[in-house]
């Protein structure tokens, strides 16, 4: 392969991925929460860009709540446990009430919707949304790896007297459980950033240390999106 093909390759990967509304929020949110790792809630120009930044995000969003009310009323996938079909639909539902409020927040921060003190209950309303979304989604993640972790002991034991990385069945269940690790983390470190927006305990989770979590979980956001080579070429 040529150095040009190589290039058109990269740029064709590059294309693929900005062309999706929710990458382009996720490199928004980075901005946003680096900056407020910056100011660490003092006024200046690092506030500014975290303030207009997270405004403009929230046009990314809109009606964004579609997808999670759709995933509500969606059927689960065949032998998952009751417990986790539970709290799979609690996040769907409190996850897409935080995308609605989100959108009358908007409407109050553009200045369309006038009452501000109702904004801002709205605003922690929808925060509150997205802190119990994102507890749900890690006993979520944490159930469905220990499904994985006795699935893949059990094949362990099939496959004993072979090389068990040649078994396909196997990678993909090894690339399942290392996904859902990166999702656990994600979701965890997203109850600290939602504590921080919240001021729940502003003493230990500070606008520095809200910022320093935000970031990490949109650059793992990030990377979770980057669509496959293959994908690409297809494309």
């Known amino acids: 392969m040529s150095t040009l093909d190589v290039a058109r390759a990269e740029l064709a990967l590059a294309v693929l991925y ?6 382009r929020d996720k490199i928004c949110r980075a901005i946003q929460y680096g900056s407020k790792f910056l100011s660490n809630g003092e006024p200046g120009t690092a506030q500014n860009v975290d303030k207009s930044t997270s405004l403009a995000r929230k046009v990314f969003r809109l009606f964004k709540f579609v997808n999670d009310l759709h995933g509500l009323i969606s059927p689960n996938a065949p032998g998952t446990p009751l417990a986790l079909i539970l709290l799979g639909k609690s996040k769907n539902a409190l996850l897409s009430t935080f995308l609605f409020l989100d959108q009358i927040v908007w409407l109050g921060r553009t200045g369309i919707y006038k009452n501000k003190e109702r904004t801002e209950l709205i605003g922690r309303i929808s925060l509150f949304c997205w802190l119990g979304s994102s507890v749900c989604t890690t ?26 990385y040649k078994n396909e069945q196997y990678r993909n269940k090894l690339q399942n459980s290392n996904e859902r690790s990166l999702a656990l983390i994600k979701a965890a470190m997203d109850i600290v950033v939602a504590v921080g927006l919240l001021q729940l305990a502003p003493k230990k989770v500070t606008p520095r240390v809200t910022g320093a979590f935000g970031f990490i979980t949109s650059l793992i956001s990030c990377y979770q999106l980057l669509p496959s080579p293959q994908k690409a070429k297809t494309t």
Request: aromatic share 0%.
């Open 18 to 23: 900005l062309n999706k509304a929710e990458a």
């Open 139 to 164: 006993l979520v993640e944490i159930g469905e790896l220990g499904r994985l972790s006795s699935s893949m002991k059990k094949l362990e034991k099939e496959l004993k007297n072979t090389n068990k």
